[in-house]
């Protein structure tokens, strides 16, 4: 997008954590090379942050890690530490070698993890979080605090946790609604009460990460924009943990097709996305479901005779953004029982055909018994039953 078209509008900040809240998708774990690929594609679409890995995971993401951070050329590195003096230690030795590296650690707030998985008191948290950041600090000017299941945690706790965190150094502030359980205008009021409310809250950046248990990811990632979070964590395809991460492809088109209702931009080459999906669909051996907005195979392929219509007249009809804006040559008018008169006329003209009056409502009627017996009519169907036709002339 051109500066002009965004004088007016404020710059949303893109963190993709693919390589590793996506890797951590059931099934979805990549080699270093294919680490690399998707890092690569990632990087030339833009975007600003890449968390490439848990560092003291294993060996293998530590060496992930490390070589992104090598291999990235404009991109900031990130590298995910639990609050413990040895992940944090070992993110450093990761990222220290990306031209901006970037230390994220985190810890979790919510009564039902202080009590069931940390056993902690909220003072042991609260000094836990003084005693990481600041160790991260030492290591890195850049650091990323994430309160863990931000949106099942107390506000008057919460305000204290991100209070200290920002003291203790934490450059950007990450409120995550780890298991998917925000609605939209609840998201917003988190993010809006927490940074006009917490003492030094304008010194951080706020960033919003969804998860999509409720199919919510994308619209509480909006709302926490709305609230005041400046960067979006999210993934290709919407890869993630259970059921994915907000996907970045939608996060970004929604913000770039509806700026009228948003003013906010990425930085984000949007003709990138469909390149970078299947990169991603294959290194993690993760397919995209027809139907993925933006990405999938028939987000623009229109079946139904009357959108087909529409379509042949202005393609504004029934497309709110061009598959060209996407990466995706060209939008595909699929033929099917629900076509009608007006794309299978233009169906026969690309192959070549013009047919009399009576031919075509003969080939039309044909082509309708067919795609009543067929679930895919091809071309080569459509070829077939047209000779037919001329040759029985
Ligand atoms: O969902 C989550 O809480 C996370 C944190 C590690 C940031 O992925
Ligand atoms: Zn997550």
Request: include cysteine; charge should be negative; glycine fraction near 8%.
């Amino acid at each position: 997008m051109s500066a002009t078209a965004n004088s007016n509008k404020e710059r949303v900040f893109i963190f993709d954590t693919t390589l590793r809240d996506g890797e951590q998708s059931p099934g979805a774990t990549m080699t270093l090379e294919e680490k690399i690929q998707v890092a690569d594609a990632l990087d030339e679409m833009g975007v600003d942050i890449i968390e490439a890995g848990f560092p003291i995971a294993s060996q293998g993401d530590f060496e992930a890690v490390v070589a992104v951070a090598k291999h990235v050329k404009k991109a900031r590195v990130a590298g995910l530490a639990r609050a413990i003096t040895a992940d944090i230690d070992r993110a450093g030795e990761a990222v220290r070698h990306a031209q901006q590296g970037r230390i994220h650690t985190f810890v979790s707030t919510s009564p039902i993890h202080l009590a069931h998985q940390m056993k902690k008191t909220e003072d042991e948290v609260i000094e836990i979080i003084a005693l990481t950041v600041a160790q991260a600090r030492n290591l890195i000017d850049d650091v990323e605090w994430s309160a863990m299941d931000a949106t099942r945690t107390p506000l008057e706790f919460l305000k204290r946790c991100v209070e200290t965190a920002i003291k203790a150094g934490a450059t950007t502030i990450n409120l995550p609604d780890t298991v998917g359980y925000a609605v939209p205008d609840e998201h917003f009021r988190m993010f809006k009460t927490i940074i006009e409310s917490v003492p030094g809250a304008d010194k951080a950046i706020f960033s919003v990460h969804c998860h999509n248990d409720l199919g919510m990811a994308v619209a509480n990632s909006l709302a926490g924009v709305a609230g005041g979070a400046r960067q979006i964590e999210c993934t290709i395809n919407g890869l993630g943990e259970r059921a994915g991460n907000a996907a970045l492809e939608e996060v970004v088109m929604a913000l770039r097709t509806r700026g009228d209702a948003m003013p906010f931009y990425t930085d984000i080459e949007t003709t990138h996305l469909a390149r970078a999906s299947r990169v991603v669909a294959a290194a993690a051996n993760f397919p995209v479901q027809y139907n993925k907005a933006i990405v999938g195979k028939n987000a623009f392929a229109h079946e139904s005779g009357i959108h087909q219509d529409g379509m042949l007249k202005n393609a504004e009809t029934y497309e709110i953004m061009t598959p060209a804006s996407v990466g995706i040559k060209e939008t595909t008018l699929v033929m099917g029982k629900h076509s009608g008169r007006a794309a299978f006329k233009d169906k026969l003209k690309e192959l070549g055909y013009e047919l009399g009056d009576n031919a075509f409502q003969e080939a039309f009627q044909r082509f309708k018994d067919l795609a009543d017996r067929k679930k895919h009519v091809y071309d080569a169907d459509i070829v077939a039953l047209v000779d037919d036709e001329v040759g029985s002339v």
